[in-house]
């Protein structure tokens, strides 16, 4: 239910017209004064997301959302009205399977081939422990933000209701308009917390980023290593097309180009058989390790020379125990295992864990598409996600720390001897982070068209306050002329005339700016001014790529800006790549801030702020909020510290 505690008639309107039509919405800082009414204390720990899919069924039940039927669906709470033509619960196409299959392929990716490292410096148990708890707190946090996304769009429906005492407008309003609600980062922290919305947007699109980066670098890697094992020594490896191959650039380019078909889908749900295909050659590599641990395939096979065959030069010493010996049995090229291990150590591996199961980037795109939407079918997506995730993960981590121990390095396909299973397995990761790269770019570009949307609203305020300060100024001038030359005048008749120059000012600053936004003459003076024709200049929107004529209205995707922002992304991470060959430090420096804002502060923060009504004693998602949010600020100075402290040791 939505409870406005503020008057609706007093809220100043920014009036648009689209044709013929003129629309009436609010401004977004009256999602500041809206308020959700929370259930009654006495009902306990009620099903959060029964409570929402009672609300969804409460605006369907009478009738359907069809976006052109002017229908009012009027609640029991007599204060409440929802409009079901004008704010439609707009959902999407994508089956339950094609979100989860998006969802998991967010989860599963490259980075599981470091868990078996991370179960090396935890221990069996150690690092189960970890896995499980990285785990549930991860479908926690993907809850919260599910659940703040409904919130946020009540208060958006809210926000949108007609004023009673203009019933005839609010019908031609509504004519050939149909406002949706579409969830996402910006959406939901304007409801909760509008002060951090650039910062949010920026952390967001910067992590995405960083990851996008590191996927190039990773095929390039992979490639490379695949070329070099076909590329034997008895072959002529010094022509120009074998350097070719051999050629991190040339790869990089090569990732770009396989990546520029699938980057220009506007939905998830287009994704959905490139990310069951990515998931395929992510069980197969599963698949693999678990051969190798088995026995089935030989992990450290023997030669004459007391080494594997093929193993790179920078491997030998791992095998150093092993000469003089022709044993062909797995179990003697492994290291010892525990079941426990030092809570030092064991901590310096939570990252690995946490960064693992980060996915909650692209939970709001999920929330979106997702056909007949309700809570309940969010967290089957979100459940069998996250656990379809545990037990691969599982399985890669145990199987790997068996077959390797403590010898097991960072990247468990490094301490494979080089052979054509394992260069296979290679061939299957460079694909698969191919495929995978366009879902760490769609929510990055949502949050940069967020960010110039916002951008220009920052300066068109800018304009309008010029534009206010310039016509004040102006009138003063002139009065001020006039009575140098009228000599006639009295002080005190020149004072009632200043007096009127600035009444008629406020009263143009009202129809600029709404009569409870009026700009502060400090503000005002703040404003500098070197020439007229100059400040005019500033004022033409034309001259600036912010300016209403090139977003032209982000919510709907402008085709333009959605091209520009794409083309942008891959062209900086394909630069990037190409120019650096290992980005460790800074993306785990990224990771350890970025997803961990993501996953842990950012659910718990918004959460909270969007129903402060709840008490902390009779409802759980409350308690875990708060318990996600302190996870998250303890997670970030701990994955520093030990990120730091490796990257010195190194």
Known sequence: MINDDNDHHQTPLIHSKSGSTSISVPPLHVFQHLQIKGEDDSTGCNSMEDQHDQSYSNHSSQQSFHPYENNVDNTDDPNTTFISNTISRNDGASSLASSIINLLNTVAGAGMLGLPAAYAGSGYIGGTIMM????????????????????????????????SSHSTNSQS???????????????????????????????????????????????????????????SPEKDSSSSISKLFISR???????????????????????????LFSLILIYSLAIGIVFYAQGILDPCPITENGYPPEVPLDQLSMYDHLSNTTSTNPATCHGS??????????????????????????????????????????????????????FLYSIVAMEGYKTFGNHVKGDILLNYPQTMEVTLMRIGIAIMVILSYPLQLDPSRRCILSLIHEINNILENRRQQKRMFMENRSD??????????????????????????????HSRSSSITGPNDEVSEQDANNVKVDHPMEEMQLLTTEENPFSPNVVNNIQTNDNHLFYVVTCFFLLGSFFIAM????????????????????????????????????????QKWKRLAYIQLVLGFAIVPTALYFVLWDGASA
Not at 181 to 190: I, N, W
Not at 377 to 383: A, G, N
Not at 582 to 611: D, E, F, K, R, W
């Open 249 to 275: 650039q040339f790869w990089v380019i090569t990732a770009l180009l396989l990546v520029l078909p699938i980057s220009f889908f506007k939905t998830l749900d287009s994704l959905k058989f490139t990310s």
């Open 476 to 505: 003063k001038e002139m009065v001020s002329v006039q009575m140098d030359r009228s000599s006639c005048f009295t002080d005190s008749f020149s004072m009632d005339i200043l007096s009127h120059a600035d009444s008629e000012m």
């Open 337 to 390: 295992t525990e079941y426990f291990s030092t809570p030092t150590d064991t901590l310096s591996n939570l990252p690995i864990f946490v960064f693992s199961f980060t996915c909650h980037q692209n939970i709001f795109s999920i929330y979106n598409e997702l056909s007949n939407r309700t809570q309940s079918r969010l967290k089957k997506v979100i459940s069998t996600s996250i656990l379809s995730a545990l």
């Open 579 to 618: 120019l650096v060959s290992n980005l460790g430090l800074i993306l785990a420096i990224v990771g350890a801030t970025g997803s961990t804002m993501v996953s842990y502060i950012l659910p718990g923060a918004i959460y909270l702020q969007l129903h402060p009504e709840q008490s902390i004693w009779n």
């Open 173 to 231: 309003a509504t004519e050939g308009a149909n406002p949706t609600y579409k969830a996402s980062f910006y959406s939901v922290a304007q409801a909760a917390l509008p002060e951090f919305t650039i910062l949010i947007d920026f952390a967001v699109a910067i992590k995405c980023f960083g990851v996008a980066t590191g996927y190039f670098i990773t095929v390039a890697d992979c490639m490379v290593q695949v070329f070099v094992f076909f590329l």
């Open 132 to 163: 499980f708890l990285a785990a549930y707190f991860s479908a926690n946090g993907l809850q919260l933000l599910s659940f703040s996304a409904d919130t946020a769009r009540e208060k958006f429906i809210g926000s949108h209701q007609p004023d």
